[in-house]
């Protein structure tokens, strides 16, 4: 059972690195925002489909675009003097 859950999440990661990389061959830098844009299709059309996020992610991490939320970024900042 564990062996087939990892075979299955292995094959998610696999796809997504594929999606990744078309998407970066076709869209170039603009290649992060059309994950963002699949990302949230989907998950309007079926809430629990990770897919698109992981390739989101994918596209961050090989970019260097890495997703930081507002709270991070006002504590990265410091106070405002």
Do not use: C, N
Request: no cysteine; net charge positive; charged share 35%.
């Amino acid at each position: 059972m564990l062996r087939g859950w990892l075979k299955r999440r292995r094959k998610a990661a696999e796809r997504a690195a594929a999606d990744a990389e078309a998407l970066i061959g076709e869209f170039g830098a603009a290649a992060y925002g059309e994950a963002r844009r699949r990302a949230l299709d989907a998950l309007q059309r079926q809430p629990f489909d990770p897919h698109w996020s992981k390739v989101r992610r994918e596209i961050g991490r090989r970019t260097g675009r890495v997703f930081v939320d507002t709270a991070t970024r006002y504590l990265e900042k410091g106070p405002q003097s």
